[in-house]
């Protein structure tokens, strides 16, 4: 009898908590996918750098586990309290709570069972989506084979399903091990005497809590001055504190304030549905504080992942082109040249090299014109003759530039373009060593090649006849490949002048050390593509799980309580109002209900993308970027928050006519 029961509540379950169901598949079906990434021999062999997939992705499982575990644990508990007269009932028929509790249990394990059986094929699937998107990432072709290394990812996802379920229905067996009759059949009505305990002076208690969470920007803002001064980290863990604590303080209050607010507002509380809304919202609130508090803080996290992903996504894909402008960029004696030029022909075709020399100012430098901060470790300007900058400007298929026999232009960085904008008068003009006098004709901030500017961040570019008699600085190795480069090319250059760079480790494979004088393209994208691709990757898989938990979380919620609130809009409809009316108040609630925990982490979260853009302007392609940025990545979290809201609203509707 008793396994028919279950069999039978099971059924319910599935009907009931389809969306939960469904969550918690997509979930083990992206801890799946991701644990095959990560074991992909194809994926790990891309770079050196995506050997470091596996460990990043482990430390993110480890917050997974966190956050579903409390997904499936609100939801139980949800259960529970849901089916508590239910549990009462049969108490008084006789079945024992030891019985009871091993029916509770085994649903919800069944449950748990079907949704991990069914994210191994679904899981299998994204896998193969997520190992092609990789592979254009790295302009790599792409076969969807059948993994042969399906074992390690499939006992990974039962360790995390066991660790998950062990916690969960651990915490579920003493929770109604502790229960008695009496409780059951009046759990629901303590429920409900929670929702309506005044809390005074919330309208303070809610305007302090505000000013808590303003008072932690002011520090984070504070901290984040610019590039090369450290924050302190005791202040922004302080910071992040105060946040927490002000959104657990502003959702706990926001209920009675809102009361507080229309009551006294007489002209407006009686217009419309105004005051039935408000009662509907802020008694759900006041029943769900910590909950909506708590997912008001995923959101908060969901939002920066995805803001701090995509910004860094950007900020790498532009350094490509500031670091790596060309296929191959050298400064080493000229007299090596030609051993480098062998190394590369023996790999790849040369479409073009070009060999330039800069110059060095010492005398009437515009260094000695900056400050102490401003300066950097080259005390002398690096000057390059104007046919040299005009041929690598040709061969990027970038503008040239022209001079009077008495002009300069300077090419500088985009921090140091300000700076020197207002020393313009000072650095009208300039006295060269060998006393050419020029004048400042432009300045502009395109940069010509990866070793521009080396230690100093601008570029002095003068007449060709101006440089007689001045003391070459460096030389420079340019050259063009016909076909793409790569790492490898990179440590082969490296090992060709300085067999020292380059170590075996113990299973005889051969890495070099970087030389700053040795600039690849190809190493240069490899090593950006996959810091991209780690950190997108592993950001927008924990930002999926917490929008996921969040919207089910809102939708079991919502759905599931309409069973309370359907004889009120019952009345509603005997009283004579029209069905369309009440449709637009469960359009009102459900929205009210769903956008109040974003609003806060919105407002938060793009204040902090504004401070962090005063740190990384300089490394996008322009100051405002970051707000496209930003759009691009919570519109993500949006699409699929819009999904659970549809879900519920139609709910909500369809509950209502049944």
């Known amino acids: 009898m008793l396994v028919k029961l279950t069999y039978q509540n099971l059924k319910k379950t599935f009907k009931n908590y389809l969306i939960y169901i469904i969550s918690i598949t997509l979930a083990f079906s992206l801890m799946f996918s991701f644990n095959l990434i990560a074991n992909s021999k194809d994926v790990m062999e891309l770079s050196h750098v995506m050997e470091n997939f596996k460990s990043i ?27 508590s007269k239910e549990f009462g009932t049969y108490m008084i028929l006789g079945i024992e709570k030891k019985q009871i509790n091993k029916m509770f249990l085994l649903e919800n394990l069944l449950m748990g069972l079907i949704a991990l059986i069914l994210s191994f094929f679904i899981g299998y699937f994204f896998s193969q989506i997520l190992s092609f998107i990789i592979m254009n990432i790295f302009e790599r072709p792409y076969k969807v084979i059948l993994a042969s290394d399906l074992f390690i990812p499939i006992v990974y996802s039962i360790i995390y399903f066991i660790i998950i379920y ?10 109604i091990k502790k229960t008695t009759i009496h409780d059951l059949l009046n759990l629901e009505k303590k429920n409900e005497e929670k929702k309506y305990q005044k809390r005074k002076y919330a309208t303070w208690k809610f305007l302090l809590f505000l000013l808590i969470g303003i008072l932690a920007l002011c520090i984070i803002n504070k901290e984040f001055i610019g590039i090369g ?24 209050n926001l209920g009675d304030t809102l009361i507080n607010f229309v009551l006294k507002k007489n002209k407006r509380k009686y217009k419309k549905n105004h005051l039935f809304i408000v009662r509907q919202f802020t008694s759900k609130i006041k029943t769900m504080s910590w909950t909506l508090a708590t997912l008001s803080l995923l959101i908060l996290l969901t939002f920066l992942s995805l803001s701090i992903s995509n910004l860094m996504g950007a900020i790498l894909e532009h350094q490509i082109d500031l670091s790596a402008p060309m296929d191959i960029s050298i400064i080493d004696d000229e007299k090596k040249f030609p051993k480098y030029l062998e190394v590369v022909e023996e790999n790849y075709q040369i479409k073009e090299k070009f060999v330039y020399h800069s110059y060095k100012n010492d005398k009437d430098s515009i260094y000695k014109k900056l400050s102490e901060n401003e300066q950097s470790w080259n005390e002398d300007d690096t000057i390059i003759r104007l046919s040299d900058y005009n041929k690598l400007m040709q061969m990027r298929g970038k503008k040239t530039i022209s001079l009077a026999s008495n002009e300069y232009a300077l090419n500088v960085s985009n921090e140091l373009e300000q700076i020197l904008s207002e020393k313009k008068e ?109 950190l997108s990757f592993a950001l927008f898989y924990l930002a999926f799980i917490f929008t996921t938990v969040t919207g089910a979380i809102l939708a079991i919620q919502t759905l599931n309580d309409q069973d309370k609130y359907k004889y009120r809009f019952q009345v509603l409809s005997k009283l004579g109002m029209e069905e369309k009316e009440i449709h637009k108040i469960i359009f009102t609630e459900t929205s009210i209900f769903f956008i109040f925990p974003i609003l806060y982490p919105l407002i938060t979260s793009f204040i902090i993308n504004c401070i962090l853009n005063k740190l990384f302007k300089l490394f996008l392609p322009s100051n405002h970027a970051f707000i496209s940025i930003y759009l691009s990545g919570i519109s993500i979290f949006l699409m699929i928050y819009l999904i659970y809201y549809l879900t519920t609203y139609f709910g909500i509707k369809k509950n209502l006519e049944d």
Do not use: W
């Not at 480890?62 to 259960?79: A, E, G, H, Q, R």
């Not at 300039?430 to 006098?437: F, M």
């Not at 002095?460 to 006849?465: A, F, H, L, R, S």
């Not at 790569?486 to 440590?491: A, G, K, Q, R, V």
């Open 166 to 175: 062990f916690i969960v229905l651990f915490l579920t067996y003493h929770r």
């Open 57 to 83: 992705m482990f430390f993110v499982n480890c917050i997974i586990l966190f956050v579903l575990s409390y997904l499936i644990n609100y939801t139980i508990k949800f259960m529970f309290h849901k089916r």
């Open 426 to 534: 000072e650095i009208r003009t300039i006295t060269l060593p060998n006393q050419e006098k020029l004048e400042l004709k432009n300045m502009f901030t395109e940069n010509y090649s990866s070793m521009y500017a080396l230690g100093s961040g601008y570029l002095v570019i003068v007449p060709d006849e101006k440089i007689e008699n001045l003391e070459i600085e460096d030389s420079y190795l340019i050259i063009d490949t016909i076909e793409e480069t790569d790492e490898e090319l990179e440590d082969k250059l490296i090992n060709a002048v300085n067999n020292k760079r380059c170590e075996q480790d113990e299973t005889g494979y051969t890495f070099c050390y970087s030389l700053a004088n040795i600039s690849v393209k190809g190493s240069y994208e490899a090593t950006n593509k996959s810091t991209t691709t780690i």
């Open 229 to 252: 001064i450290e924050p302190s980290f005791s202040k922004i863990l302080f910071a992040s504190l105060l946040l927490i604590i002000s959104i657990y303080g502003i959702t706990f």
